[in-house]
């Protein structure tokens, strides 16, 4: 893959990152909080922050100075 696609998928991570971001707070307002669920989108979350930070660390060249 290209540095392209990589810009394109990162892209697309962190868009899905955000989404999850507003899912769990529109969960955890509502009256009735689904402690599972908010749990299961939270580690999905995370995957997806581990996911983005080794595709920027592809990305970004190691600099030796």
């Given at each position: 893959?290209?540095?392209?696609g990589?810009?394109?998928?990162?892209?697309?991570?962190?868009?899905?990152?955000?989404?999850?971001?507003?899912?769990?707070?529109?969960?955890?307002?509502?009256?009735?909080?689904?402690?599972?669920?908010?749990?299961?989108?939270?580690?999905?979350?995370?995957?997806?922050?581990?996911?983005?930070?080794?595709?920027?660390?592809?990305?970004?060249?190691?600099?030796?100075?």
């Amino acid at each position: 893959m290209n540095d392209e696609g990589y810009q394109h998928l990162l892209e697309q991570l962190r868009i899905e990152h955000r989404d999850l971001d507003d899912a769990i707070g529109a969960l955890m307002a509502q009256p009735v909080v689904d402690q599972l669920q908010i749990a299961r989108l939270k580690k999905k979350k995370l995957g997806l922050k581990d996911r983005i930070m080794r595709l920027e660390d592809q990305l970004v060249p190691d600099i030796i100075a």
